[in-house]
């Protein structure tokens, strides 16, 4: 009896898994820390373990190397080798692309400010084990940290200390990454 395998199933099994994690990261409004932890530890060795199995039951049923299931194994860890350096950009970006309305409703009862600062919340964070990275939604009326966004160590007026980053997500709005163990309130 021969048994037929289909390799288009361990694709949509990658595909499908790939969807559930990016799914798991955007989803996760408390940091996002334990899924990356997750994925890295559980589900990418599970995945790689299970599609070179599939890739060698294929190889001894059909007497010959699963070229398709091999490239679509390549291709998953070239794309996500390729997209590591821009993950915090890229969550934070896909993030505000699915759920914007959401987050200004949320921003709209939660915003506060100091006289002479810009209107923010805490939107994300990032660390663990006490190494806490504040990531703050922040709302500018008139653009004025547009020219500082994607640089480094950048200090502005209505922003109360020197930060690491500036992400422009949409016009007036942006998001603000404070050092490490810094709120915006204790920054100093």
């Not at 997500?169 to 709120?183: A, G």
Request: with cysteine; net charge neutral; glycine share 4%.
């Amino acid at each position: 009896m021969k048994i037929a395998f289909d390799y288009r199933w361990s694709l949509l099994a990658g595909a499908a898994s790939f969807l559930v994690t990016i799914y798991l990261v955007l989803s996760n409004d408390s940091g996002y820390d334990f899924v990356i932890f997750l994925y890295l530890l559980f589900l990418l060795p599970v995945l790689t373990a299970l599609t070179t199995i599939i890739m060698l039951i294929v190889a001894w049923f059909k007497k010959r190397w699963p070229q398709a299931a091999f490239s679509a194994v390549l291709v998953y860890w070239l794309i996500a080798i390729a997209i590591l350096p821009f993950e915090d950009s890229l969550r934070e970006h896909l993030r505000w692309m699915l759920h914007a309305s959401m987050f200004k409703q949320q921003f709209q009862v939660k915003a506060q400010a100091a006289p002479g600062e810009l209107r923010h919340m805490e939107w994300d964070g990032t660390g663990m084990i006490g190494q806490e990275t504040s990531i703050q939604l922040v709302f500018d009326p008139e653009n004025r940290l547009a020219p500082f966004a994607h640089k480094s160590r950048v200090k502005v007026a209505g922003i109360p200390c020197e930060v690491p980053e500036i992400r422009r997500l949409e016009s007036h709005w942006y998001s603000v990454t404070l050092y490490t163990n810094t709120d915006w309130e204790h920054c100093g």
